[in-house]
């Protein structure tokens, strides 16, 4: 059976290899880019099931990221991260059509969950 493919974006390299670490590779074929702009390359050449995305990033955010990765592949869904998470970052998720959200530092189990919910072929994105 093919296994999904993620998408990770962060500019912290450090936060980057934490996700190889506590995510299992052996259930998820996993690509880390440490800017927007790699992820956006990456996101014209192949299909992806999964972004997972730091939201504050230098050059390009990651709301529009995930905006940008939505109209090259509409069927893509998208996790949302922060540091600085506030009541304008959660409308901003909600506008953005992201399935989840979730702040650092992690709570990995509920990432984790987040993750096999979102890849869940009935559950839908968030909407307004």
Request: aromatic share 10%; charged share 35%.
């Amino acid at each position: 059976m093919p296994k999904f493919k993620l998408l990770i974006v962060d500019d912290e390299s450090d936060i980057l290899e934490l996700y190889k670490k506590f995510i299992k590779e052996d259930e998820y074929e996993i690509t880390t880019v440490d800017s927007p702009e790699k992820a956006l390359e990456l996101i014209e050449k192949e299909n992806w099931h999964l972004l997972i995305s730091d939201i504050f990033m230098p050059k390009i955010n990651g709301f529009d990221l995930i905006n940008a990765a939505s109209e090259k592949q509409p069927k893509l869904k998208s996790i949302a991260v922060t540091g600085y998470g506030t009541e304008d970052v959660l409308e901003k998720v909600l506008k953005n059509d992201c399935f989840g959200y979730i702040n650092k530092p992690f709570d990995w189990d509920y990432l984790k969950l987040l993750i096999k919910r979102a890849l869940k072929p009935s559950m839908r994105k968030y909407s307004m």
